[in-house]
C-alpha cells in the first residue's frame, strides 16, 4: 500500500490525491493537456488545489463541467483555445467563469464552433439569452413530442371506448337472443 494513503488512513495527512490527470503532463503547478485529444467526457473530475497554470487547449472539448475551476484558488491561468466549443445550454459555466476573469484578453480565442448563428462569437461576450435561445429547441422538441403521445393516447383511448361500446351493444343483442329463444 503507497505510505502517503496509509498515513493519511491513520491521520497523519489529509487524503488529498495530486495526482496529474492521466494524459496530462504535469510540474509543481502547471497541468500541460494540450492536444491530449481530452473530451468532455475524459476531463478529470478536479484539478490539484495548487495548479496555477492549465493547458487544454487543442483537444476535443466542447464545453467545461460545472464548477471544474470553481475550488482552484491560486489559478491564474487556463489555455483553452483551438477547442471545438459548442455554444448551447453546456457552455454557460464557461462563459461565466470567462467573465470573472480579469484579463479577457487571454481569451479572445476561445471562440464558439456552433451552433451556425454563434459561429466564431467570443464565449465571454456572448449575452445569456444568445445562449438560453440554443436551449429552447430542445425543450419545444420535447413539448410537441409529449402533447403528440397524448394526443395518440387520448386517440387510442377513444377508440377503445367505441370498441367497448359496440362488443357491449353486440352482447346485449346476444343476450335478449338468448332469452327469447329459451322461453
Partial sequence: MHSGILLSLLGFFPLVMSTCPVPCKCAT????????????????????????????????????????????????????????????????????????????????????TSPAHLQDRIIAYLTEDEIISTCQYWYCSLALLSQLCLFILVFLQGLLVIFIIVYLQKFRRMTAEARSASM
Fill in 29 to 112: 503547478n502547471i497541468i500541460d493537456c494540450t492536444s491530449k485529444g481530452l473530451t468532455v467526457a475524459k476531463l478529470p473530475v478536479a484539478f490539484r488545489p495548487s495548479a496555477e497554470i492549465i493547458h487544454l487547449g487543442y483537444n476535443e472539448l466542447t464545453s467545461i463541467p460545472n464548477g471544474l475551476f470553481d475550488n482552484l484558488q491560486s489559478l491564474q491561468v487556463v489555455y483553452l483555445q483551438g477547442n471545438p466549443w459548442e455554444c448551447n445550454c453546456d457552455i454557460l459555466y464557461l462563459r461565466s467563469w470567462l467573465q470573472w476573469q480579469q484579463n479577457r484578453t487571454l481569451y479572445r480565442d476561445v471562440r464558439c
